[in-house]
């Protein structure tokens, strides 16, 4: 992994740790090809100009969204798993803007439930994939930029 | 004491609540509003003794909440709790009239010492 790979697995592991409660690992690239059925995506603008997305299994994000509402995965409804992993999109994009060059704004999160093509912008590039599981079921956080120079700008150590 | 929760999303409004009373602040009334409008005129009703704010909302986001509160001549303590936590957000929310910036992901210790000099008598 890249040092910006390790920085966007630390936020994760973070994030699942404070709000979820639940253990998230860094998988093989593999066990998130199944996923894209729930994504969610964010948008860095600004002096970075990229989109941050979210893609898990059905399974994996209604234990998400139990988890934050503090419910039974068979009492969410789609609304319930929309708000949660949009708003678990919201906190890691905007923890990730904090890694790129500034000033930039964060839009609000999008989520799409049930669609198999992920919310990628069909010109950008990526900047970074990271794929992780949580209770075996696939988290990928990407990030897309539309500026192929980001990638020279992203701040190393 | 009450305390106004602004976030458009509904289970943060529940985590701040949720995280308040883990902190231990158990005699807090807590009330919610679900963007920067619905919670100006929440606070010239309800007038709480402090506002929880998420920073990036529809319709009007935190910072612009917090901008027509003070124009407005109310000085209600104010503080975000929201995603981004850089350099920069938190010059600009001290600038703006915020008494803090807490970033998601938070727990109940960093609320605990956040708040304690705001909610210390509702402990």
Known sequence: MTLVDDDIAEIVRDVWSSMLSLPVAVAPRAVGRTTGEVAAAIEVSGASDCVVSLETSPVGARAIAAAMFGMDEGDVTDAEVSDAVGELTNVIGGNIKSLLPGPSRLSLPTVTLGSQAPQRDSGAAALSEVTLASDGEPIVISVWSRDPAELERIPTP | ?123
């Open chain 2, 1 to 123: 004491m009450i305390v106004l929760v602004v976030d458009d999303s509904r289970v943060m409004r529940m985590i701040v609540a949720r995280t308040l009373r883990q902190a231990g602040f158990e005699g807090l009334s807590i009330r919610e509003a679900s963007d920067g409008r619905e919670a100006f005129d929440a606070i010239a009703t309800e007038q709480p003794d402090l506002v929880l704010s998420d920073w990036n909302m529809p319709t009007m986001t935190g910072i612009d909440l917090l901008g027509a509160l003070r124009r407005s001549g109310n000085e209600v303590p104010f503080g975000f709790v929201t995603s981004e936590g850089s350099k920069e957000m938190r010059q600009r929310a001290e600038a703006a009239g915020a008494l803090f910036l807490i970033a998601k992901p938070f727990n109940e210790d960093t609320f605990r010492h956040v708040l304690m000099p705001v909610l210390g008598a509702a402990r």
